[in-house]
């Protein structure tokens, strides 16, 4: 059994695709419902923002249960399996733990070292946990990765150099105003969850006049409103029906719903602009139609504007390869502790087998030695019981200890061989969907990319 990664993100995808594959948690509470009643898969999580759509399992093949996510995936997007195994990466065994560290560690975000993504993996474990999906394979592999991702963002400057999606919209929106701050402006944010919330604070920080938040639920609109007065920015909450009303009011609006509709549409936009009047789309899928940007005098920022003008894994900064090191570190550990759990079974059954036959041996002289009374035979039982104890002891250890420190050599596979066993771990495995066969993926694995060939295209 070994953790599988299936997924796509914005450097694999382009935001149309990503936005088909987006999950609100209702669906991804009956997507991984579906995928551990699959006969290969165990364990599911899905992490799903919009940068990213990730189906984290645990699974018992590895063609099997890449096979059976792509279905899964095909189902729900309604895009055929060819199309999607295009834009596809696979990840296996100690690569899928590796890329769950690297993705909590902000170091495959698109902006290197934002903090958010480690908050939605966090999210992801807790829901799925709470859904009853998570087993102790998915369990240590986002512990491993959450501790990761933490100490990413507290033992290096990552966060310096890195910054939010949120900042880089809004360094963006400035551009379009010919402004470096937002003094003297007044803002609509549509939505009032993280993002949202993210969105409000910065343009705080950026010496905005005045907010109005508009949400479905208008007590929350109200809520996020109170906390920014109480920065000192005025705000007023309002329902979500009346916010396109002000449109002709504000010089900027952000929109960060992930409504199924938009949120504000080429119809909404006044004829007459106060001034320019610039539109920031932080939702997948998009809150704000694409047309809107095209009107004269409105300039639009979304996810697809942002993918297309930051990239992230390419720095060399000393705080991203200070990331680095400690990835390598906590997978070592996380490897470590695997082999050495997964080393346990054999030891176990190896400790039982030898007292089976212990127990056996002992049966036997009981009746060819019909002559020693009870308490003389109890005593000879347990002078057998300690010896192989004592024999198994040293053994036992070494296997254990070796298992941790070796990378090279499954220790668990010479116990299996030796005694006749359970099957060999899996190597890990890392490449695009493209590689894998296309017609029968229960066929013999072909030649595949590992971390140590040097072609994790998430890593370079």
Do not use: W
């Not at 990761?148 to 150099?161: F, L």
């Not at 906390?227 to 329902?239: C, K, L, N, V």
């Amino acid at each position: 059994m070994s953790v599988l990664v299936v997924g796509m993100s914005h450097r694999s995808a382009p935001v149309a695709l990503l936005e088909r594959l987006s999950m609100d948690a209702a669906v991804q509470e009956d997507a991984s419902s579906r995928l551990i009643a699959r006969e290969s898969l165990s364990e599911a999580m899905i992490i799903s923002t919009c940068n990213r759509m990730e189906i984290y399992t645990v699974t018992n093949s590895f063609h099997a249960g890449v096979r059976d996510i792509v279905e899964e995936l095909t189902a729900l997007s309604g895009i055929d399996s060819e199309t999607l195994r295009s834009y596809l990466y696979v990840r296996y065994a100690d690569a899928a733990a590796e890329h769950m560290m690297v993705v909590a560690s902000g170091l495959d975000s698109m902006v290197v070292g934002e903090q958010q993504i480690i908050g939605q993996v966090r999210a992801a474990y807790q829901n799925a946990s709470e859904r009853g999906t998570v087993g102790p394979g998915l369990h240590a592999v986002s512990q491993s990765a959450l501790r990761t991702g933490k100490r990413v963002h507290s033992e290096t400057g990552i966060d310096d150099a890195g910054a939010s999606m949120v900042t880089v919209a809004f360094e963006q929106a400035l551009g379009h105003l010919q402004r470096e701050d937002l003094s003297g402006r007044t803002a609509l944010v549509i939505g009032a969850g993280a993002m949202a919330s993210l969105a409000a604070t910065h343009m705080g920080r950026l010496g905005v006049e005045k907010i109005i938040v508009a949400n479905r639920t208008v007590e929350r609109a109200h809520r996020l409103a109170a906390h920014s007065r109480e920065a000192g920015i005025p705000a007023e909450g309002i329902p979500l029906s009346e916010a396109v009303g002000h449109l002709g009011d504000v010089d900027i609006a952000v929109s960060a719903t992930g409504a199924e509709d938009f949120t504000i549409t080429v119809a909404d936009i006044p004829e007459k602009l106060r001034e320019k009047l610039m539109l920031v789309d932080l939702s997948l899928p998009r809150d704000i139609e694409d047309a809107a940007g095209e009107i004269d005098g409105v300039h639009l920022v979304n996810i697809e504007s942002l993918h297309k003008s930051v990239t992230s894994r390419d720095s060399s900064s000393t705080a991203h390869l200070q990331a680095q090191d400690i990835v390598s570190e906590e997978l070592g550990a996380y490897s470590s502790e695997q082999r050495v759990r997964d080393v346990a079974p054999a030891v176990t059954a190896l400790r039982k087998g030898a007292a089976r036959i212990a127990d056996s041996e002992l049966d036997r002289l009981r009746g060819r030695l019909p002559e020693v009374d009870d308490t003389e035979f109890t005593e000879i039982t347990r002078t057998v019981k300690r010896v192989v104890d004592k024999l198994l002891h040293e053994p036992t250890v070494q296997a254990k200890r070796l298992a941790a420190e070796s990378g090279s050599l499954s220790y668990e596979t010479a116990l299996q061989q030796l005694f006749g066993l359970d099957a060999a771990p899996a190597r890990a495995v890392a490449v695009d969907a493209t590689e894998l066969p296309e017609s029968d993926l229960a066929a013999q694995c072909p030649a595949i990319a590992t971390p140590e060939d040097g072609k994790d295209t998430e890593s370079q």
